[in-house]
């Protein structure tokens, strides 16, 4: 690799892990994901020319506009006017002008420039810089501080990370299906845990609140009777219950095939009970438990024969209330309902089941994807019955609105405060937390 090294010389791993630790510390956040990135870059693209090294660094390495000073700045300090980055083993160089990207790395960078054709002082503009050739315009530097003769495009294409950063923030009804298998890694592993609640099991505890009135009784053997040492117990805790009830009609189609992901990440990692709903409720728990997501998925379309189909949300409330919900499941659990409230069912049953709800189960998020819309007001009939016995009215219209999703599954808000976007402000449920 003319100038900078050819890759068979060095300890790629080594240079690349020293380049993301000096990027890091001049803040830009650098992760071992994307540092591997860069190393997979190199081997694959096989740099012969310093623009190309600039590039496949800064496409894996920077992640936004505002980390292109950094980037330029470390990158001219370790790879600027180096004959061979095999000499350079991690320790920071000195401080020197970052190069000019795209100009060959045997071009003098620090050094005086070469003298003029006539032999006469070389020129130079007003920060002491040789200028571009006039004879060659496309060597001309690029303003915005990339390579010459690179393409136009957006710095913010170019800073991306990965596809997966950039896909977490569209809306999950614009992604295509190549597009959602890209990103549903990055939903079936998010972290979903439920808040803790006492169980019935107790166990000795130095900060207990009740005396283990057998363990201090025979203590007491060991002084004569008199119980000078106290043991005591207390309750332990264990995570509740967490049941997702997912509206699978026509309606939700573009979130619904999201969403079965993030409930087969759910039923793997808590057990959690999975359901989905148009005109009939389905339970796809035993379905989304397999391993493979694809199967998980499979499996579950096959399990639910109302796919895309009309809207019953009280009568399947009702269903899961009459056979699961009222048996035990539903209380002290946490319940998410992912519907956008379109309902042609009666509103008044959906209020009905709702309350039933309300009074058994822990806590009520549910999850309407239309909320991400700047006019969006909940008047639709369904919508509006419901949402007075809910906690937290979220969107999760994205992978990155999922995570207010899940900071409301584990209580992560203020007691007390209304559910977001509730009519007026004001909830019939007491707030986050009520039982």
């Known amino acids: 690799m003319s100038g900078v090294g050819p890759l068979d010389r060095v300890d790629l791993a080594e240079v690349v892990a020293a380049f993301g630790r000096l990027l890091h510390a001049a803040g830009v956040p650098v992760t071992p994901e994307r540092s591997g990135r860069f190393a997979a870059a190199l081997a694959r693209v096989r740099p012969a020319r310093l623009d190309e090294l600039y590039w496949a660094g800064r496409v894996t390495l920077a992640t936004g506009r505002g980390d292109l000073d950094a980037y330029d700045r470390v990158f001219g300090q370790v790879f600027g006017g180096r004959a061979d980055i095999a000499d350079w083993r991690g320790q920071e160089p000195p401080p020197r002008r970052p190069p000019v990207p795209g100009a060959q790395a045997g071009a003098p960078t620090d050094e005086a420039p070469p003298p003029a054709a006539n032999g006469g002082p070389p020129p130079v503009d007003d920060d002491g810089h040789p200028p571009p050739s006039a004879g060659d315009p496309d060597e001309a530097p690029d303003p915005s501080g990339g390579p010459p003769g690179a393409p136009d495009a957006p710095a913010d294409l170019l800073a991306a990370a990965s596809a997966e950063e950039r896909l977490g923030r569209r809306d999950f009804a614009d992604l295509t299906d190549d597009e959602l298998a890209t990103i549903r890694r990055l939903i079936a592993a998010l972290p979903v845990a439920t808040p803790p609640r006492a169980s019935r099991r107790a166990v000795r505890h130095p900060r207990g609140a009740t005396v283990d009135l057998r363990a201090t009784l025979r203590r007491a053997r060991a002084t004569g009777g008199d119980p000078v040492v106290r043991v005591f117990r207390r309750r ?39 359901f989905v709903f148009a005109t009939r409720l389905t339970r796809l728990t035993r379905h989304l438990s397999a391993a493979d997501p694809d ?6 379309l096959a399990a639910a024969p109302d796919w895309s189909g009309g809207t019953r949300i009280g009568e399947a409330l009702k269903a899961f209330m009459d056979d699961h919900g009222r048996r035990g499941m539903a209380r002290g659990a946490v319940v998410v309902i992912v519907s956008d409230g379109w309902d042609t069912g009666d509103p008044v049953l959906l209020g009905e089941q709702m309350a039933r709800l309300a009074r058994l189960a822990h806590r009520i998020v549910w999850v309407n994807p239309r909320k991400a819309a700047p006019d969006y007001r909940p008047l639709v009939g369904g919508m509006a019955a419901a949402l007075p016995h809910v906690d937290a009215f979220l969107s999760g219209h994205s992978a990155a609105a999922l995570d207010e999703v899940l900071a409301a599954i584990g209580d992560a808000v203020t007691p007390g405060r209304a559910p977001s976007g509730a009519p007026g402000g004001a909830s019939g449920r007491g707030g986050p937390g009520a039982r």
């Open 236 to 274: 332990t805790e264990r995570p509740r219950r967490l049941v997702l009830i997912a509206d699978v009609s026509g309606s939700m189609a573009p979130y619904a095939r999201a969403y079965l992901h993030l409930l087969h990440g759910a039923v793997r990692a808590t057990r959690a009970d999975a």
């Open 295 to 300: 199967v998980a998925v499979r499996r579950a």
